[in-house]
């Protein structure tokens, strides 16, 4: 029996993606007025994340380093000039990011409808950003538990520990957690390894779920589902 969900943030809850692309676009057309590859750039930004958010994860560098290093990263790109105080630039870009925070539309009524469950995020963000971004779209009532690596031992999705740890700070058994995400190896065959049912938000609608597992394409059908 399901006593608890636990939502994916990023591309959940939140349109991260739109946030993202909008934030950098403006930050290079700021450093770099004029960029001949500008329509590119959300593309080469979203390519960095996954790379570079690893090597903090996997403790190589700090999370500040990680980002110095995406930066870096997308200067050599676009053949220009990296900023000369990285962390001020990554700042910059932050700012315009947190700017564009915004829920899905289909987010907070998903929420409401599943207030007799145990609730919570688990998500592979830093801590207080995802904290940050929580409150930002008001869903932070509901979902007063946060989850991320910093939290679980240093255990991100898909590792099987940050499933059973999620499940834990419930106070519940893994298959009695169900969790809901856009990625399917983090949100949807990663936590079925550890015991826990999961179900995959395909927003774009685009493709068949993995096999044995439920698919829907707005969170407003999620407590149909449970039902």
């Not at 958010?53 to 990263?73: F, K, P």
């Not at 685009?206 to 829907?216: L, N, S």
């Amino acid at each position: 029996m399901i006593k608890g969900v636990l939502f994916d943030l990023d591309g959940t809850l939140l349109d991260h993606r739109g946030a993202a692309d909008a934030a950098i676009t403006a930050w290079v057309s700021a450093h770099c007025p004029g960029h001949p590859r500008l329509a590119d750039v959300p593309a080469l930004w979203a390519g960095l994340e996954i790379p570079y958010l690893a090597m903090w994860q996997s403790g190589e560098c700090s999370l500040e380093e990680q980002r110095r290093r995406r930066l870096r990263a997308l200067c050599r790109e676009l053949q220009v000039d990296e900023p000369g105080d990285l962390d001020a630039a990554y700042a910059d870009f932050a700012e315009r990011y947190r700017q564009g925070w915004a829920a899905y539309p289909d987010a907070a009524g998903a929420v409401a409808a599943l207030s007799g469950l145990a609730l919570g995020v688990l998500t592979n963000g830093g801590q207080r950003m995802q904290e940050a971004k929580v409150r930002a779209i008001g869903l932070s009532g509901p979902l007063r538990t946060v989850l991320t690596g910093e939290v679980l031992g240093g255990l991100f999705k898909p590792s099987p520990g940050a499933y059973t740890g999620a499940a834990a700070a419930l106070g519940l058994a893994p298959q009695e957690v169900l969790l809901v995400g856009d990625d399917v190896a983090k949100d949807v065959t990663g936590p079925a390894a550890a015991g826990m049912p999961s179900v995959w938000l395909d927003r774009l609608g685009v493709e068949p779920a993995p096999p044995g597992f439920p698919r829907i394409t707005t969170l407003a059908d999620l407590p149909h589902l449970l039902r």
